[in-house]
């Protein structure tokens, strides 16, 4: 059997789980759910970062120990994740006796192989993040990361020496192109080596922080905490306890992080890892932010969005499909209220909750509630649905895989909306009217089967609604692809009960009272379209872009993203075409962009340059050649 390995990162127990948390933990759990359908062995792994300066320095400020303060918070993080049925395997704690033993290992290894020596170090030094910087380092005299002071400390310290591995860590990111994904976040990290890499301190000295894991080779220091949390992917999972456990589990096919610790991911932990001669994760794939008018979501900056009261407020499933839905994977995502109760009530109550009402309703008034069984021979229009639904679980299977999730979830909705569109040409109510049964039993029969496979192709995202809307329909088989894939997923004969409303319509107004919120915020336009002058037009670098995939973007009714090749490199353009195109009408064309422009963020997602296109003022028309030009060929 096929493993698949998959992990968050572990959360810092400095407070309760928000949104940001909450996306990544639900995307890693909809991830290894969708693996498990597949009949893939999985181990999902989350848990808890519990070291450092900030733990000891709460625990002080509350007057309890730091351990109490750990268990506190660390609890606080899985009761969210039950309330999320979140299917984590391992819930790893940094506090666990067995993950420090693997640490010190790992050290004294390090010490023994020469990559640990000791020196006197002078550099300013971040509190919050627990991270010392160089004075050419500084942003106003403040941390590069987080913008807050930072202080001079002078002391002796423990180095591992990761200079000594910048060159190997460039060839292989160079040599393997999934390690780091998106592919712009790849080009990132190797912006960032251009630069001489400065050996990295994993110790602070006891009589400064007492909070962590003890060096093994001196008892007067302890571990940096990102050393020690990083290597709770490999402790999890047996690393110097458990070889066949390890041997079976290792490599980790997905670390998935934010874009905020791309740097500690795809640089310090990948040199660990071979100065300790352990193999390399498969892919390292870091999302974006969750956006409040184009601002980060955050608590100190006032705009974060509690994941407590949207889980109340929607149930979770509601909140699981919405951050799935409403994100682009690798991209950043505008968050507001309005967008959400829209994304809510259109696809789930209006397109999946109302098909699931009327095929249970006209079942259960035609067909005494029995699953009538289908035609020998079909019409035209029903053969057109037979092959939507046919198609739905291979095009939903290949978006996952390609870390499209946003886009399986659009594949569903599109397959239910033309099953709508299928009730209402075939009409079953006149059908039944006129006595057709043959052909009204045809319609409800294939209508049901499209119920069935949306059903198990949204469990993983929406585990409780799904397992109710089976049920309704008469599905006693196992959840799975394969059972997706087959012509008909509920027999003829099945018992069809009709279903309390799985998605009530959500009020906005209501919503809003709910969350606290009293007064509406203004809507903002969305912006499709730069203004550049005539001088910056002629210094632009026009060249040929083969379109890979569109598609819709989410929460943008205008707004399509694109990935273009244009050569060199793949990149991600956002442009206002969905009201002149469908995805498929722009996928394999050849097209002319200005690929020079520094990228602009358009209602949260990152556009890295500009397609041309005609306007007439009545429609749009994209700019294509008209001869099999390679991709990157110049426009003169």
Known sequence: MKKFYITTPIYY?????????????????????????????VFFLTGTDEHGQKVAQSAEKAKISPQEHCDKFSQRFKNMWKKLNISYDYFIRTTDAD???????????????????????????????????????????????????????EEENYFFRMSKYQQWLIDYIEKNPDFIQPDFRRNEVLGFLKKPLNDLCISRPKKRLQWGVELPFDTDYVCYVWVDALLNYCSAVGLYADDEKFKKWWPADYHLIGKDILTTHAVYWPILLKALGIEMPKTIFAHGWWMVDEKKMGKSLGNAVDPYALESLLGPDRLRYYLMRDMVVGQDASYSLSGLVSRLNNDLSNDLGNMLSRITNMVSAYFDGILPAPAESVDSETEKIQKVISELPAKVKNDIDRMKIHSALEDVNSAIRAANRYIETMQPWVLAKEGNREILGTVLFTATQLLAKAGILLYPVMPQKCSSLLNAIGFSGAISIETASADVVVDAGSKIEKPKALFPRIDLKKARASLGLSVKPPQKSEKTEEIITVDEFFRSQLVVGEVISAEYAPNADRLLLLEVDIGTEKRQLVAGLAKWYKPEELRGKKIVIISNLKPAKIRGYESQGMLLAADDGKTVSVLTVDKDVPAGSKVR
């Open 13 to 41: 127990v400095n407070d309760r789980p928000h949104i940001g948390h909450t996306y990544t933990t639900v995307l890693a759990d909809v991830i290894a759910r969708y693996h498990r359908l597949a009949g893939e062995d």
């Open 99 to 153: 993950h420090i033993e693997v640490v010190q290992k790992a050290l004294q290894k390090l010490y023994d192989s020469g990559d640990i020596y000791k020196s006197t170090y002078e550099g300013w030094y971040c509190v919050p993040d627990e991270r010392f910087w160089t004075e050419k380092d500084l942003k106003d005299g403040k941390c590069p990361e987080c913008g807050r002071p930072v202080v001079k400390i």
